[in-house]
Each structure stands twice: as structure tokens, then as C-alpha cells.
């Protein structure tokens, strides 16, 4: 008779099914449909079930927040649905994963720990269904984006959708509603927070009425305060260790939203990409105002001084 033992608990197997978890499960399925995509996808909805120990908590919010928006995302909602109710396709897949797993086992195989199932299911090159595999690493990237302090976000107990529009901010109602959907619309009394704000991040007292804005409140009055950074200036961002040149596009508080060029190798050549490549950054990752680039042939290229500025920074 053969004996198969569990070596790890079900405790530790399960410490990493949180919030960071689930963004370092969603990164490679989006980044993949993203770039095989004809369409340009830039929006997300999550339909998952609720708890709270896994993702209906700050440090979700505050991840839905400020990740997806790097990968090009611009709108996200992620919706709760209560215990029971989450039966999808991706259950469906499961099934057929764990019958798979389960007949090779009954033929005499092993499959001992779950490296043994990935290179089993990749080498079974199963119609229609794709495997990743997501290592400790994948998820540690998503606890280093967690600051010490995430802000309190009151009734998120009740919440059953959390929208995403702009870097930084969500807005979060008991109840889902798509009824104007990419439009924000006020049914169910959203209430709008700011995750980045770690002034926040210690009250203990955060009245819900106090956050509480309606949508129609516009942010422009904070744009003049950019000075420095209007529509139409070039600047080079840093994104993901990496400098792009861009031109900005919209202002929005600390987030400004740029056109990307696309750089041809390591020259100085740069051209616009067919279609608009607009991603909100962050005014940190703005790494300096440039000069408009030159028009060389059907490209662009930098002034000397910005091309000296863009291999120095
Ligand atoms: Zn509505």
C-alpha cells in the first residue's frame, strides 16, 4: 500500500490565499490576455466571493488602487458575492483539473507536492485551458507595494463593489451597479476614499461622513497647482525601472496621465504608437520636463541635452 503524507500544513498553505495572493494570480492572466488581446483591454472586473481575511479588506483596496493601472488598466471594479454564490468558470475548470489530477493518481502515478501537478497538467497540453505558476516571489511583489499603513475603510464589511477610476482613489457601495458603467453613477450611496493618504492611515475614527463626496465634485482646482507639469510638456517617466518619453495628457491631482513613446532599441528614436498609450503616473515617477523632440524622418528624436538627460538618469 503506498502512503501519501501532506509535508506542509493546511495552515501555511493556505497564508498565502490573501489580497497578494490573488493580484499575483491575476498579473499573469491579464498581462497575457492584454497582449494577445486584438482589442485593447483596459478595463477589469473581479467577481469573486467576500471574506474578509482574503480580499474584502484595506489592503485589497489599497491594491486595486494603485496596481493595475501600471499594467494599463483604467477601470476596475471587483464585486462581492456572497458565500456560495461564486460558482463560474473557473470552478468548472478546477473540476477538470483536479479530475485530470486524479485519474493520473489512480493509475499509479504520483503527484507529491504542487510543482509534481504543474508539470503534469503543462505537459498534458489541455485544450483551452493555460497553466501559470505563481511562486513565492510572484506574491512578495505585492507585499513590498503594501506600505506599513494601509488608511481604515469604514463599512467595507457591507461593501459588495469597489470601483476603480483614477490612481489612488476607489469608490465603494454596498451594492453593484453598472447602469452607466464606465460612468460613475450614484445609485446606492458610493462613498469615495483616497488609499493613498496615509494620514489617514492611524485614525481609528474615521467618520464615514467625512469621506463621503459625491462623484460630481471635479479635482480640476488641483490642477494648477502642477505648475511645473501642464498638458502638451514632454517629460521622461520612470516606470518599472525603465525610462519611457511621453507627453503628457491629463492632470489629476499627484497623477498624471502620459502618451508613451515607443523608443526604436536603445537609439535615439522615438515614434507614437498607433494608438494612444496613456497610462496615469504617479508625479514621482516623472524623472524630468523635456523638449518637445525633434522630427527626424517619421520618427522623433530627443534634443542632445534631453538624449544626455535620458542615458544619465
Ligand atoms: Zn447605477
Redesign the pocket.
Known amino acids: 500500500m503506498q502512503r501519501r503524507v501532506l509535508a506542509t500544513s493546511l495552515v501555511d498553505l493556505h497564508k498565502d490565499h490573501n489580497e497578494r495572493a490573488a493580484w499575483a494570480h491575476i498579473k499573469p492572466v491579464m498581462q497575457e490576455m492584454m497582449q494577445n488581446s486584438v482589442q485593447k483591454i483596459d478595463t477589469l472586473h473581479v467577481l469573486s466571493d467576500g471574506p474578509v481575511t482574503q480580499y474584502r479588506n484595506r489592503a485589497n483596496c489599497f491594491l486595486l488602487s494603485s496596481v493595475p493601472y501600471t499594467w494599463g488598466l483604467k477601470q476596475i471594479t471587483w464585486n462581492y458575492s456572497e458565500r456560495a454564490h461564486g460558482k463560474g468558470a473557473p470552478d468548472g475548470v478546477g473540476g477538470a483539473v483536479k479530475r485530470m489530477a486524479d485519474n493520473h493518481v489512480h493509475g499509479g502515478k504520483d503527484l507529491q507536492n504542487p510543482k509534481d501537478l504543474y508539470e503534469f497538467l503543462i505537459n498534458r497540453e489541455v485544450e483551452n485551458i493555460r497553466f501559470k505558476w505563481i511562486d513565492e516571489s510572484d506574491i512578495n511583489v505585492f507585499n513590498e507595494m503594501l506600505p506599513p499603513s494601509v488608511p481604515k475603510v469604514p463599512g467595507l464589511l457591507k461593501t459588495h463593489q469597489i470601483l476603480y477610476f483614477c490612481p489612488g482613489e476607489i469608490y465603494y457601495r454596498d451594492l453593484s451597479?453598472?447602469?452607466?458603467y464606465p460612468e460613475m453613477?450614484?445609485?446606492?450611496k458610493p462613498t469615495k476614499m483616497r488609499m493613498d493618504d496615509s494620514s489617514n492611515a492611524n485614525s481609528d475614527h474615521l467618520q464615514p461622513d467625512s469621506i463621503q463626496e459625491t462623484y460630481a465634485e471635479s479635482p480640476s482646482t488641483d490642477v494648477e497647482k502642477n505648475e511645473e507639469y501642464t498638458v502638451g510638456k514632454f517629460v521622461i517617466v520612470s516606470y518599472d525601472n525603465k525610462l519611457f518619453v511621453g507627453q503628457i495628457t491629463k492632470l489629476l491631482l499627484d497623477n498624471i496621465e502620459i502618451n508613451c513613446m515607443v523608443q526604436h532599441g536603445k537609439r535615439n528614436v522615438f515614434k507614437w504608437p498607433n494608438k494612444p498609450d496613456c497610462i496615469f503616473y504617479h508625479r514621482e515617477q516623472i524623472a524630468s520636463v523635456i523638449s518637445e523632440p525633434e522630427p527626424n524622418q517619421r520618427a522623433a528624436q530627443l534634443t542632445k541635452y534631453d538624449w544626455l538627460l535620458f542615458n544619465e538618469i
Open positions: 451597479c453598472f447602469c452607466q453613477c450614484e445609485c446606492f
